[in-house]
């Protein structure tokens, strides 16, 4: 566990300060240096570029993770990279031909509402295409098991880089026209500074041989493409129904904010998985089920602690950060509430999902994608008419909730083991116990002084007690190096 506490550390660091710096650009610099109008071309070329990742990629992201360390020998890792690096190609240059041959009708078609977005295909088909490979260099550095500058790349580099370009635009340096390709030229600037990078970690060998288990590579491939596909749609179908369902647009803006607050608990878990998916699968296939069952184990039981307080910090502070922004949005507070709980929830998997994504189960990532699919948007159609983003808060919360208790249950079916322990007890007893003690808490000063001293004495009280309760030796390491005890 100490490469993954060590990269998880850093790794929690760098998105975190993604997160921060992606917050100030959507929330004041778009807003303040940009017209709605091309803040909407932007977000639009970028959604829909994420959207085409998944395919883009052809799955070979995940494929590198689950099947690189089956390979024994030089030359069947050489011939299964070099597969890596060309397999993208079989959907890229039909896509492209496509765009090419039948510009004009895909122009017309994404621009029926909105005429500008025709002059912006090119941007998607770009976007999406380096978005893919970026992600293929960065698994090609995951299974060499370094992952913070990855992550970095990923979760930083864009966001400093658009940042930079929307200064720009305010100083009149450059047009909003060539913020566009500018946008478009960090991302790709992105993927080549990660491709560097991964090559240097393990230099290329082309080598044009087929690899014995060529079918099960493409099998695996091609199902992954549409379990990311699902995963894409899931992040923002409730969006999609409640801007439907609801004849208040505004709404979504603020059902938006509530789940943006409430995904800063998603950031533990989404840091640990750059480590922890190369990992499982080189226990997988190592078939080290004591290895396995001790690190799903572990992981959860550091995430848990980790989300535990952030999600402390977020419920307990949530009145008053609610006083600092237009009031309106304090509609989707009860949102907050059953996000966040979501989201605790998540990171009390652990490594389930790695677990799934790397084994020989990985079809079941499919069926219970689609489980979740359908059963999110039945729960949004019961939910929504009766009570508008909070109905949406709760159907995604009941769906998260099915969707990780059957996960949970599949794992402890075929693998015979649980992610949580005693200690995982302790945490919820001392959650619960924050909670009763500081949520009607308040100091009389300004909401943000406020939240400063409310949250460091929640971090006083959480991190001792941790350390004492001694519920992980991962956390306890950290607390005693970071805070130097004996």
């Known amino acids: 566990m100490g490469i993954v506490i060590n990269q998880s550390f850093k790794n929690t660091i760098n998105t975190y300060l993604g997160f921060g710096i992606g917050g100030i650009n959507v929330l004041f610099l778009y807003t303040n240096f940009v017209s709605d109008t ?46 890596m690096l ?96 500018g946008v478009v030229l960090v ?108 690190l799903y184990e572990r992981s959860s039981l550091t995430l848990f602690t980790i989300s535990g307080f952030m999600f402390l910090l977020i419920v307990l502070n949530i009145n008053e950060l609610y006083f600092i922004i237009p009031s309106e949005f304090s509609n989707g507070i009860y949102v907050v509430f059953l996000i966040s709980a979501a989201k605790l929830y998540d990171n009390l998997l652990g490594n389930n999902n790695a677990i799934l994504f790397n084994s020989d189960y990985y079809r079941m990532v499919l069926f219970f994608g689609v489980i979740l699919t359908i059963l999110t948007m039945l729960l949004n159609l019961v939910f929504i008419p009766k009570y508008g983003i909070n109905g949406a808060g709760i159907a995604t919360f009941m769906a998260i909730a099915v969707y990780n208790s059957i996960k949970i249950y599949f794992v402890k079916l075929k693998f015979n083991m649980l992610p949580f322990s005693k200690q995982s007890l302790k945490i919820v007893g001392l959650i619960i116990c924050c909670i009763v003690a500081f949520y009607f808490w308040e100091f009389p000063f300004y909401p943000i002084i406020n939240i400063a001293l409310k949250s460091t004495l929640i971090g006083l009280v959480y991190v001792f007690a941790i350390y004492k309760m001694n519920v992980s030796d991962d956390i306890s390491n950290i607390i005693k190096r970071y805070l130097k005890l004996k």
């Open 38 to 83: 091309y803040y909407g071309v932007i977000a639009f070329i970028l959604s829909s570029a994420n959207i085409m990742m998944p395919l883009m990629a052809f799955g070979v992201h995940n494929t590198i993770i689950k099947f690189y360390s089956t390979y024994k020998t030089k030359n069947t890792l050489n011939s299964f990279l070099t597969l």
């Open 86 to 181: 060309f397999l993208p190609l079989l959907i890229a240059i039909p896509v492209g031909c496509i765009g090419y041959f039948f510009y004009d009708i895909i122009g017309g078609w994404l621009a029926s509402k909105n005429e500008i977005v025709k002059d912006y295909v090119w941007h998607i088909f770009i976007s999406g295409l380096v978005m893919a490979y970026f992600e293929v260099f960065f698994a090609w550095s995951k299974a060499q098991m370094q992952t913070v500058f990855g992550n970095f790349m990923k979760e930083v580099f864009h966001r400093v880089g658009i940042m930079i370009l929307l200064f720009m635009v305010y100083f009149k340096i450059i047009t909003v026209d060539t913020l566009i390709d």
């Open 187 to 294: 991302y790709i600037l992105r993927m080549l500074i990660m491709k560097l990078y991964a090559f240097s970690v393990r230099k290329p060998v082309l080598k044009f041989t087929k690899i014995n288990n060529f079918n099960a590579v493409i099998k695996y491939s091609s199902l992954i493409i549409i379990a990311g596909s699902i995963a894409t749609l899931i992040l923002d179908i409730d969006k999609v129904m409640l801007g439907k369902l609801m004849p208040n647009i505004e709404k979504v803006a603020y059902y938006s904010v509530a789940v943006f607050i409430g995904a800063v608990i998603a950031v533990p878990q989404r840091a640990m998985q750059q480590i922890l998916m190369p990992l499982t699968a080189k226990l997988l296939n190592d078939n080290d089920k004591q290895g396995l069952k001790k």
